[in-house]
């Protein structure tokens, strides 16, 4: 046996012999088995024509990606290499084709703002993906969200301080089941835009994009290496605005299936 593989199991027989709870299987422990006290629950995405579910493994989200809303944000979109945070994986709140969903309002912000976006999912990982083979790894697509406490966001930016409470908070990622890539090819044009109660707020086209979906990919897969499970939120356009209770959004990017949700 090498001695790195004797050393992972020696370190998972101490941790159950010591009356730990190993969540997971130990890197080449054949014996010891999975156990915990209490049971988390995966994050799944339907995927629309079926009942198969994509699990998710990793939000990512670009900053700034449209010129007209970086220079809303307070940018200039001619000097700035891509951004990118995350998510928690569990923001994720599924908003089934046809149905509004309720979306309950965040804690803590006074302005609360919506970010109609193209999202993808990758189902094929790597590090340092060229842009000319980005797309191979992309399973489908949706319409999403990125919902954003504004003040809380901007505040932290103020200070030069992480802007996760921002936009990293529960349900903060509502979307539509996935549409698969063989049913609705890929997308670098098409109207993108979202309704508030009826009334067009963010209008624009996907082929505003400073960093199209396959230069996002690669461009990620330089920092992270990315796997199966991932989804890539890829920037909203410009006029981002407030929603309060009882407001319904609907979002739509052409050649996908609109989302609707209902702020409670
Ligand atoms: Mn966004």
Not at 17 to 22: D, E, I, N, S
Not at 55 to 77: L, Q
């Amino acid at each position: 046996m090498k001695s790195s593989k004797r050393r992972q199991l020696l370190r998972g027989a101490s941790m159950l012999a010591a009356g730990g709870v190993a969540a997971y299987a130990m890197p080449g422990s054949a014996t010891a088995q999975p156990r915990s006290p209490f049971s988390v629950s995966p994050t799944f995405i339907p995927i629309a024509g079926g009942s198969d579910l994509f699990p998710v493994r990793r939000i990512y989200c670009i900053g700034r990606n449209y010129a007209a809303h970086s220079r809303e944000m307070g940018s200039d979109p001619t000097r700035e290499p891509p951004f990118f945070f995350q998510k928690p994986t569990d923001a994720v709140q599924n908003v089934p084709i046809g149905a509004t969903v309720d979306h309950p309002y965040p804690p803590l912000t006074k302005n609360y703002h919506y970010e109609i976006e193209l999202v993808a999912a990758i189902n094929k990982g790597g590090r340092n993906i060229p842009m000319d083979r980005a797309l191979e790894h992309v399973f489908g697509y949706t319409v999403g969200l990125d919902m954003t406490r504004r003040d809380l966001q901007r505040a932290m930016g103020d200070e030069k301080k992480p802007w996760e409470i921002g936009k990293s908070f529960d349900h903060s990622a509502p979307l539509g089941p996935l549409q698969p890539v063989a049913a609705v090819g890929h997308f670098t044009k098409g109207a993108i835009w979202l309704k508030v109660n009826g009334q067009v707020k963010q209008s624009a086209d996907l082929s505003q994009m400073i960093w199209s979906v396959a230069e996002q990919i690669s461009k990620l897969s330089e920092a992270f290496e990315l796997a199966p499970g991932d989804i890539v939120y890829s920037g909203t356009p410009e006029n981002v605005g407030p929603v309060v209770k009882d407001d319904v959004m609907e979002g739509h990017i052409d050649g996908l299936p609109n989302i609707s949700v209902k702020v409670v």
